[in-house]
Protein backbone atom coordinates (compact mmCIF):
# COMPACT_ATOMS: atom_id res chain seq x y z
CA UNK A 1 0.00 0.00 0.00
CA UNK A 2 1.38 3.75 -1.26
CA UNK A 3 1.30 6.55 1.24
CA UNK A 4 0.03 9.68 0.64
CA UNK A 5 3.15 12.08 -0.21
CA UNK A 6 3.01 15.46 2.43
CA UNK A 7 1.51 17.95 1.38
CA UNK A 8 2.03 20.42 4.25
CA UNK A 9 4.61 21.78 5.98
CA UNK A 10 3.42 19.88 9.47
CA UNK A 11 3.59 16.66 7.98
CA UNK A 12 8.00 16.97 7.51
CA UNK A 13 8.88 19.54 9.90
CA UNK A 14 11.21 18.22 12.58
CA UNK A 15 9.13 19.07 15.92
CA UNK A 16 11.59 18.03 18.78
CA UNK A 17 13.92 20.51 16.91
CA UNK A 18 17.31 22.11 18.63
CA UNK A 19 16.87 25.99 19.40
CA UNK A 20 18.70 27.87 21.97
CA UNK A 21 17.98 31.23 24.07
CA UNK A 22 19.94 34.55 23.74
CA UNK A 23 22.01 33.89 26.35
CA UNK A 24 23.34 31.12 25.00
CA UNK A 25 27.02 31.31 24.47
CA UNK A 26 28.06 30.68 21.43
CA UNK A 27 31.02 27.61 22.29
CA UNK A 28 27.42 26.41 23.23
CA UNK A 29 25.75 26.72 19.96
CA UNK A 30 29.02 25.38 17.97
CA UNK A 31 28.42 22.25 19.84
CA UNK A 32 24.95 21.98 19.28
CA UNK A 33 24.92 22.97 15.37
CA UNK A 34 27.75 20.14 15.13
CA UNK A 35 25.92 17.43 17.36
CA UNK A 36 22.98 18.01 15.50
CA UNK A 37 24.04 18.35 12.05
CA UNK A 38 22.37 21.93 11.65
CA UNK A 39 23.51 25.23 9.60
CA UNK A 40 21.37 27.35 11.83
CA UNK A 41 18.86 27.37 14.85
CA UNK A 42 16.15 29.84 15.68
CA UNK A 43 16.41 31.58 19.15
CA UNK A 44 13.62 31.91 21.47
CA UNK A 45 12.75 33.12 24.52
CA UNK A 46 11.23 31.31 27.84
CA UNK A 47 8.12 30.83 26.48
CA UNK A 48 9.20 29.39 22.99
CA UNK A 49 8.35 32.15 21.25
CA UNK A 50 10.44 32.87 18.21
CA UNK A 51 12.82 35.96 18.86
CA UNK A 52 15.99 35.43 16.55
CA UNK A 53 17.88 33.35 14.58
CA UNK A 54 21.73 32.02 14.22
CA UNK A 55 23.83 30.13 11.79
CA UNK A 56 27.22 28.84 11.60
CA UNK A 57 28.05 31.59 9.36
CA UNK A 58 27.28 34.23 12.34
CA UNK A 59 29.06 32.32 14.80
CA UNK A 60 32.16 31.10 13.16
CA UNK A 61 34.81 34.39 12.71
CA UNK A 62 33.14 35.40 16.39
CA UNK A 63 34.20 31.88 17.93
CA UNK A 64 37.64 31.71 15.84
CA UNK A 65 38.50 35.11 17.40
CA UNK A 66 37.45 33.66 20.97
CA UNK A 67 39.79 31.08 20.61
CA UNK A 68 42.54 32.72 19.25
CA UNK A 69 42.82 35.63 21.51
CA UNK A 70 41.24 32.99 24.72
CA UNK A 71 38.72 35.29 25.10
CA UNK A 72 35.20 34.53 26.97
CA UNK A 73 33.02 33.50 23.97
CA UNK A 74 29.78 35.82 22.72
CA UNK A 75 26.37 35.09 23.83
CA UNK A 76 24.02 34.10 21.00
CA UNK A 77 22.15 37.63 21.55
CA UNK A 78 25.02 39.47 20.56
CA UNK A 79 25.43 37.92 17.04
CA UNK A 80 21.74 36.67 16.14
CA UNK A 81 19.61 38.03 13.36
CA UNK A 82 16.17 39.15 14.52
CA UNK A 83 14.35 39.70 11.23
CA UNK A 84 13.73 35.84 10.42
CA UNK A 85 11.96 33.91 7.76
CA UNK A 86 9.41 31.72 9.33
CA UNK A 87 6.67 29.58 8.02
CA UNK A 88 3.33 28.24 9.20
CA UNK A 89 2.79 24.64 9.71
CA UNK A 90 -0.06 25.03 7.17
CA UNK A 91 1.81 26.48 4.40
CA UNK A 92 1.65 23.79 1.07
CA UNK A 93 5.22 22.10 0.69
CA UNK A 94 5.50 23.27 -3.08
CA UNK A 95 4.25 26.63 -2.12
CA UNK A 96 7.38 26.92 0.22
CA UNK A 97 9.55 25.71 -2.45
CA UNK A 98 8.73 28.36 -4.72
CA UNK A 99 10.13 30.71 -2.07
CA UNK A 100 12.78 29.13 -1.46
CA UNK A 101 13.93 29.89 -5.12
CA UNK A 102 14.45 33.32 -3.78
CA UNK A 103 15.68 33.06 -0.26
CA UNK A 104 18.74 31.67 0.85
CA UNK A 105 18.36 30.39 4.60
CA UNK A 106 18.51 26.10 4.49
CA UNK A 107 16.38 26.39 7.98
CA UNK A 108 13.00 27.72 8.29
CA UNK A 109 11.49 28.13 11.98
CA UNK A 110 7.86 26.96 12.06
CA UNK A 111 6.11 29.33 13.73
CA UNK A 112 2.06 29.42 15.13
CA UNK A 113 1.18 32.29 16.83
CA UNK A 114 4.61 33.61 17.12
CA UNK A 115 5.37 30.51 19.06
CA UNK A 116 7.94 27.79 17.82
CA UNK A 117 6.94 24.63 17.02
CA UNK A 118 9.55 22.77 14.45
CA UNK A 119 11.92 23.38 11.97
CA UNK A 120 11.52 22.41 8.56
CA UNK A 121 14.91 22.29 6.15
CA UNK A 122 15.49 22.34 2.62
CA UNK A 123 16.18 18.90 2.69
CA UNK A 124 13.41 18.47 3.95
CA UNK A 125 11.21 19.65 1.12
CA UNK A 126 13.58 17.99 -1.12
CA UNK A 127 12.59 14.49 -0.06
CA UNK A 128 9.00 15.37 -0.33
CA UNK A 129 8.73 16.71 -3.07
CA UNK A 130 10.36 13.65 -4.20
CA UNK A 131 7.77 11.78 -2.42
CA UNK A 132 4.87 13.70 -4.34
CA UNK A 133 6.73 12.68 -7.62
CA UNK A 134 6.68 8.66 -7.12
CA UNK A 135 3.21 8.55 -5.45
Known sequence: MQTRAPTIVREIMSRDCYRVTAN?????LAKGLALHRLPGVPVVDDND???GFISEQDVLGKLLQSAYLNDEAPLVKELMRNEVLSVSPTKSITDLAQEMLGQ???????TEQGRLCGIVTR?????????MRHN
Open 104 to 110: KPKVYPV
Open 24 to 28: TSITT
Open 123 to 131: RDVLTAILR
Open 49 to 51: NLI
